[in-house]
Nanobody, 116 residues
Framework: QVQLVESGGGLVQPGGSLRLSCVAS????????MSWYRQAPGKERELVAT????????NYADSVKGRFTISRDNDKNTVSLQMNSLKSEDTAVYYC?????????WGQGTQVTVSS
């Protein structure tokens, strides 16, 4: 079955960086676009970034453009999110996402806290 396992979250000061990773299994990874979402306390889950099957096309939420970079390694079944210039408003649980056959698949999430 589909499994998405995130890692890399933690506590970082404003202006710092973190790199999140998601290892996927249970499906043919290089055939699907992948996304990162986040959910802050008391807020709805929101789309952060999406990457197509080859990695050549990416899209970002306006709030993270120029600071976050999504990438993928199809040989390692991994999608990553490099987060730079982090702000307190980036604090959230970050989720790896697969949309397949009209179904959303989610990882367990990884907590990112930006605070001094």
């Amino acid at each position: 079955q589909v499994q998405l396992v995130e890692s890399g979250g933690g506590l970082v000061q404003p202006g710092g960086s973190l790199r999140l990773s998601c290892v996927a299994s249970g499906f043919t990874f290089n055939r699907y676009a992948m996304s990162w979402y986040r959910q802050a306390p008391g807020k709805e889950r929101e789309l952060v970034a999406t990457i197509n099957t080859t990695g050549r096309t990416t899209n970002y939420a306006d709030s993270v453009k120029g600071r976050f970079t999504i990438s993928r390694d199809n040989d390692k079944n991994t999608v990553s999110l490099q987060m730079n210039s982090l702000k307190s408003e980036d604090t959230a649980v970050y989720y790896c996402n697969l949309w397949r056959s009209s179904t959303n698949y989610w990882g367990q999430g990884t907590q990112v806290t930006v605070s001094s």
